[in-house]
């Protein structure tokens, strides 16, 4: 759950934790029997636990289904960041890693932690590929072939321009989504989206993580890995790793709200796919990752931390996130408020600051004609009410005493 200090800070966090936590338990709870299922759920919760736990309101074929498109895209994507492997290792394994998935012997060894695990047992996830229907099948084949071919693409070729950049973007992402929604429509539960929708939905998240994760990538060991496109840093340093440097500090803020402006040119075709989608389990597995998103743009726009640690969004508000989105109105009350939240930090001195703010007002023009945005809703921006918080704190610390005083009862006399 999250931390004593940011609970205080944020009390009304606090119930959305507590059901975050028993929602985790009992996904754990969930894990099939046999060996090769329960090794590939018990790995997804491994890797993203906000994914397994979304991942768990699926159906049962589907999110059979859904669970090996994303462990299998993990292990192609896990061979491509292992910068200790050589482009003439790595090359033809990208390339050829949809055949490998039909070979349950194949495994590479590659990646750290629960990555190398993965790898390394990698014949448990080709067994769980093997009994999905030939629909499922076909799809995950299709997407892993044009996914490792555009990685290997892209081992030899740096990221020049805006367009290498959505090029880039598509390979690793883009085409995750055009996959989903191959998946949706194979289950019978949605129509087929087009490839352009389909695409801006992994655009989105793809753009988002890159911009939040510079400065792990700069400093990857033993090679920097490098995804802003060079159109855009080389305005404003001669190198991308001059970012990093404080004396560039105002340099490094601007091309970094340059890169949030570029990726919120994606989110009205965001909206657009999600209002299409009918079953209510692939609407929140879809919404939740989109708020998240932009909720991290919010909290990077105009943001020197991006360039000196992680930034990301406190546990609590993942949880009020992953608890308030249930419908398309959630959605554009969600988008209204982050957008909101990365105006008010919108410098007019900052050189993409019209263009900016010209994105985030067709963004809430859109959520304010949805006519979703009723006084009634809960907002992400809450004003400090200090009595409220007061309340809470006082609840809270009564709550955790009668805790601490069972458990303390429970415990057996050591004297």
């Not at 090794?39 to 994914?51: A, D, E, I, N």
């Not at 608890?323 to 988008?335: E, L, P, Q, W």
Request: charge should be negative.
């Amino acid at each position: 759950m999250g931390s004593l200090g940011a609970i205080l800070k944020h009390p009304d966090d606090f119930y959305p934790l507590l059901k975050l936590k028993i929602a985790a338990r009992h996904a754990e709870k969930q894990i099939p029997p046999e060996p090769h299922w329960a090794f590939c759920y018990s790995m997804l919760h491994k890797v993203s636990r906000s994914f397994g736990l979304v991942i768990q309101q699926l159906g049962p074929q589907l999110r059979d289904a859904v669970c090996i498109f994303y462990l299998v895209l993990r292990a192609l994507d896990t061979v491509e960041d292992d910068t200790s492997i050589s482009t003439e290792v790595k090359v033809p394994i990208l390339i050829a890693f949809h055949r490998h998935i039909y070979d349950n012997d194949w495994h590479f060894s590659c990646g750290t932690k629960e990555y190398k695990v993965l790898m390394d047992e990698f014949h448990h996830v080709s067994n769980a590929f093997l009994e999905l229907g030939s629909g499922y099948k076909d799809a995950i084949e299709d997407i892993t072939m044009r996914m490792g071919a555009g990685m290997a693409k892209f081992i030899c070729k740096e990221v020049e321009t805006i367009d290498d950049y959505d090029e880039y973007c598509h390979y690793v992402a883009g085409l995750v989504g055009l996959g989903l929604s191959k998946l949706f429509h194979a289950s019978g539960l949605e129509d087929l989206a087009t490839d352009s929708v389909s695409n801006s939905m992994g655009l989105f998240l793809q753009k988002t993580n890159i911009i939040r994760d510079y400065l792990e990538d700069i400093n990857e060991i033993p090679k920097s890995r490098m995804f802003w496109p060079r159109q855009i840093w080389s305005i404003y340093v001669d190198k991308l790793e001059d970012l990093k440097y404080e004396e560039n500090s105002g340099k490094a803020v601007q091309c970094l709200n340059d890169m949030v402006t570029n990726a919120l040119l994606h989110v009205e075709d965001c909206l657009k796919y999600m209002s299409d989608l009918r079953d209510p389990a692939i609407f929140r597995f879809c919404a939740i990752p989109q708020i998240m998103a932009i909720g991290t743009l919010a909290l990077c726009y105009n943001n020197i931390q991006v360039f000196r640690g992680v930034v990301k969004l406190r546990r609590g508000l993942t949880a009020k996130v992953i608890d308030r989105t249930n419908t398309m109105s959630d959605v554009y009350g969600a988008f209204f408020d982050f957008s909101c939240m990365l105006k008010s930090k919108v410098d007019n001195n900052d050189p993409n600051a019209t263009k900016t703010l010209s994105r985030l007002e067709a963004i809430q023009k859109s959520c304010k004609n949805s006519g979703a945005l009723t006084t009634k809703r809960k907002s992400y921006i809450i004003e400090n009410e200090s009595g409220y918080n007061s309340t809470l704190i006082v609840i809270l610390f009564i709550i955790l005493a009668i805790l601490y005083a069972y458990l303390s009862s429970s415990l057996p006399n050591s004297l």
